[in-house]
């Protein structure tokens, strides 16, 4: 295998891993259930902190 080969294979499986990568991150955010988490996590730095004694 030479370079230019290389390069081409590099950029087309690197291209479609990122890809996929990026669909999994997003699927991943916008599963069922998850909308709680997402709720709490947000409002989270608002709530009192009750450690404070």
């Not at 370079?3 to 599963?31: A, K, N, V």
């Not at 988490?37 to 450690?51: G, N």
């Given at each position: 295998?030479?370079?230019?080969?290389l390069r081409h294979l590099s950029d087309s499986f690197g291209l479609?891993?990122?890809?996929?990568?990026?669909?999994?991150?997003?699927?991943?955010?916008?599963?069922?259930?998850?909308?709680?988490?997402?709720?709490?996590?947000?409002?989270?730095?608002?709530?009192?902190?009750?450690?404070?004694?």
């Amino acid at each position: 295998m030479n370079y230019e080969t290389l390069r081409h294979l590099s950029d087309s499986f690197g291209l479609l891993f990122l890809t996929f990568t990026f669909l999994g991150f997003i699927g991943w955010t916008f599963r069922p259930g998850s909308r709680q988490k997402h709720e709490e996590a947000a409002h989270m730095i608002f709530e009192e902190d009750q450690d404070d004694g």
